[in-house]
């Protein structure tokens, strides 16, 4: 590149499997070179991935909204659409965190199977919490896959795109 004076422009990274994405990418964004992806989707950008981190970023910052609301029925664990809206209600009315609603459930007028979903989903993101402080992030990633059944679920979608999707999880 630099005895022939080109430009990063001038280069292409050709992969066989999409997975392999992610080797290049975070190389690429170590080193401060803006990229483009043809073709394909980035590592990060792909909804099996940012469903995992948005475990791990719940974990270390439960008032990460975004993060909660896309893992907080994913799997599917009984909370529905409604319910969802009256968590983001109770939230804003009262001036705190959605977690904090979802941690005091029972307080908000939860009841039933989505009260019980509600604590589940807590009692799992203590368990995770309480990792942090003696596990590594990837023994941490691990429990996580395990424990939502995220790996599990995308392990038995056969279909190509479930492979590639369940490939990128272990990525």
């Known amino acids: ?3 022939n004076h ?3 422009q001038d280069f292409a990274i050709l992969y066989r499997t999409n997975a392999q994405s992610r080797a290049f990418e975070e190389s690429l964004r170590r080193m401060g070179i803006a990229y483009r992806i043809y073709g394909g989707t980035s590592f990060y950008q792909r909804k099996e991935i940012k469903d995992f981190l948005a475990y791990l970023r719940i974990m270390v910052n439960t008032r990460d909204e975004e993060a909660l609301k896309r893992i907080i029925n994913y799997p599917a664990r009984g909370v529905g659409k409604t319910s969802i809206e009256k968590l983001i209600t109770a939230a804003n009315e009262n001036e705190i965190s959605m977690y904090d609603v979802v941690s005091r459930a029972g307080e908000f007028g939860f009841k039933g199977g989505t009260l019980e979903a509600l604590q589940n989903f807590v009692t799992m993101i203590r368990y995770f919490q309480s ?8 023994d941490v990633a691990v429990q996580v896959g395990k424990h939502t059944n995220l790996v599990k679920e995308l392990f038995a979608d056969k279909t190509t795109e479930g492979l590639a999707r ?6």
Do not use: G, P
């Open 1 to 3: 590149k630099l005895r």
């Open 131 to 138: 990792l942090l402080t003696d596990k590594n992030a990837y």
């Open 6 to 8: 080109f430009y990063n």
């Open 166 to 171: 369940y490939e990128n999880v272990q990525e």
